[in-house]
C-alpha cells in the first residue's frame, strides 16, 4: 500500500512541476488573465538557425498532451514568451504573421486582417523585443487578447477568440514554426 501511494505522490508531482528552458524558469501554476488560475502545459525553447530565440510556456485552465483540445479548450490562457536575444519588432512581428499564414488559408488571413494590424501596431510601439523582455498573449473571455510586456498592458486589447486560437496555431498547428517546441509545449519531456 505504501509502495502504491509514494508512486502515485510521485506521478502527481512529476505532472506539477516547473519548467526550465534555456535559463528560464516557468511556474508550475500562474494567476492568469481575468484572475484564472492556470498550470503550464509545457515549455519549450524556439530556435533558429542554431540560434537561441526565445522560450516559451503555454499555461491553460488544464493540462493536455493534444493540440486539438488545447485549441478547443475555453477559458483563459497565457502564452509566456522570455526573449533570449534582441529582435526587431518588425522581425517579431513578421514571423508571427508567416506562422499563421503556415497554419491558415488566404480567407482566414483576410478575415484576421484587422487584427493582425493591430497586433502589428502594438509591436511596432516596442520597437524591440529585448533580450530579457517577457512577453506574455492572455486571453481572456470578456478581455480579448491582451499583449502585456514585462507585465504591463499594451496597446488596446484585441477581439475575438478565433484570432487567439490562430495565434496558438502558430506554434500547435499543423504546421508549427518547429515541431520539437509544439511537442514541448504539448508537455513532451526531451
Do not use: C
Not at 478547443?72 to 514568451?81: C, P, T
Request: aromatic residues 6%; neutral net charge.
Amino acid at each position: 500500500m505504501r509502495t502504491l501511494v509514494a508512486v502515485l505522490l510521485s506521478m502527481m508531482l512529476g505532472t506539477a512541476q516547473a519548467a526550465e528552458v534555456a535559463g528560464v524558469t516557468f511556474a508550475e501554476s500562474i494567476d492568469g488573465p481575468g484572475g484564472a488560475k492556470l498550470v503550464l502545459n509545457g515549455a519549450g525553447l524556439r530556435e533558429r538557425v542554431f540560434i537561441d530565440v526565445y522560450a516559451m510556456g503555454l499555461y491553460l485552465p488544464e493540462r493536455t498532451p493534444k493540440a486539438e483540445v488545447i485549441l478547443s479548450l475555453a477559458g483563459a490562457k497565457r502564452i509566456a514568451i522570455r526573449m533570449l536575444r534582441d529582435v526587431s519588432a518588425a522581425s517579431f512581428t513578421e514571423a508571427l504573421i508567416d506562422g499563421l499564414r503556415k497554419n491558415h488559408s488566404d480567407a482566414e488571413m483576410v478575415r484576421f486582417g484587422p487584427r493582425i494590424a493591430q497586433l502589428t501596431g502594438i509591436m511596432a510601439e516596442l520597437k524591440e523585443a529585448r533580450q530579457g523582455m517577457a512577453i506574455d498573449l492572455d486571453w481572456a473571455q470578456g478581455e480579448g487578447l491582451r499583449l502585456r510586456v514585462d507585465g504591463k498592458p499594451m496597446g488596446q486589447p484585441i477581439v475575438g477568440e478565433d484570432f487567439y486560437r490562430a495565434l496558438l496555431r502558430i506554434w500547435l498547428g499543423l504546421n508549427p514554426v518547429q515541431d520539437d517546441l509544439k511537442a514541448a509545449l504539448l508537455g513532451a519531456k526531451s
